[in-house]
């Protein structure tokens, strides 16, 4: 989370933060301007921070911390955690832990999409009602389509675009709700 962030969610200037955290403005300005990198904040300044704002530490550097894997290995994790956790686990776990709405939150909306488009699918085939905690994430789709790199790699050797059409019509409907194509998420190794 950035500090402009939560002084958004508190209803807090930089300078209120400044007053109360005991953490000069200075710095607090030149760490939302990018001048100052909060990764690199002594300890107490993090502590401060974070007590005021009412996070964690953790919470504060996050964007410092996650590393983005690429579209692919995401579907891949996301489709293990499935296969290794049970359909209920994982929706459970999904719901407790707010991923979705976190990776929304930083832009990252295929990730996020295709979270919530599983946790749909999910939720469908095991005839659960559907959490309306992200409907507002629903309005969401992504511009382009997103297909498999197996699909891509095929239409390129055999210069044809009809394998994409194929997987258009394999597409489970959650997942090309959101522009993406998704036609098998329990056949992995």
Known sequence: M???????QKSMTKYSLSQASGVPYTTIRDICTGKAKIEK??????YKLAKTLDVTIEDLISDCLEYRMSFEAYKSTVCHQVKDMGDLAFIIDTLKSNRIRHLFDRKWYPESLYLLAMLDYLSRENELPVCAEYNDIRTTRLQET?????????????K???????????AIPE????????SEIRDVC
């Open 146 to 158: 997103i297909y498999p790199s197996s699909i891509l790699v095929l239409c390129a050797a055999l």
């Open 41 to 46: 904040c002594a300890a107490d300044t993090l």
């Open 175 to 182: 997942f090309m709700r959101f522009n993406i194509v998704e």
């Open 160 to 170: 044809s675009d009809a394998p994409k059409t194929k997987s258009l019509t394999e």
């Open 2 to 8: 950035n500090i402009d962030d939560l002084l958004l």
